[in-house]
């Protein structure tokens, strides 16, 4: 059985990891967020315009269930995934968990460019975006860090060497 799930922060390449990721090793790929858009079809922006962060985060569990108990795949997590209900224990029982952990200034150059579409991050200006994800991401590192294994992404990696490094890991 081969079940790997994929945690990280917003911008920490989870998508693009896995998706990679399952060609090389030809599992069936699920990105969370896009299985949710496509179960309820909205946007996760709109969601969160109609029902809030709430009503998202009852969505993404339901989601959630009925992907990582059944058969094989590579599945990269929502940002906030494992930091809510029980997620992340119900996926550390079905699956390998592997934590894409980035350094925090890599994290916020990305975002900067890619926040509109992340309903978290898109009302804030670049300054208060720093100030905002440095608390969040060491609440959700509790959460992140439960994971099974981690990834170190230094400034350094692109996506071959990082997917490199997951796959030496899963070897
Ligand atoms: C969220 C991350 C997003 C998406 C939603 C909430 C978060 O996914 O699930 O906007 O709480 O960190 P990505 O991590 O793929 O951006």
């Not at 998706?19 to 896009?34: C, M, R, T, V, W």
């Not at 809510?84 to 592997?98: L, P, Q, S, V």
């Not at 509790?142 to 400034?155: D, E, R, T, V």
């Amino acid at each position: 059985m081969e079940r790997i799930v994929l945690i990280g922060y917003m911008g920490s390449g989870k998508s693009t990891i896995g998706y990679e990721l399952s060609q090389i090793l030809n599992i069936p790929f699920y990105d969370l967020d896009k299985y949710i858009e496509y179960r309820v079809g909205k946007s996760i922006s709109q969601i969160f315009f109609d029902i809030g962060e709430r009503g998202f985060r009852e969505i993404e569990y339901a989601c959630l269930h009925e992907i990582v108990g059944a058969g094989d795949y590579i599945l990269s997590c929502g940002g906030g995934t494992p930091c809510f209900f029980d997620n992340m224990e119900y996926i550390n029982k079905h699956a390998e968990t592997i934590y894409l952990k980035c350094p925090i200034d890599v994290l916020c150059h990305r975002l900067k460019n890619e926040k509109f579409n992340r309903p978290l991050l898109k009302d804030l200006s670049i300054e208060e975006m720093e100030s905002f994800i440095t608390p969040q991401l060491k609440e959700r590192e509790l959460f992140y860090q439960k994971s099974k294994h981690m990834i170190n992404i230094s400034p350094m990696d692109n996506v071959k060497s990082t997917v490199n490094k997951v796959y030496n890991l899963l070897k």
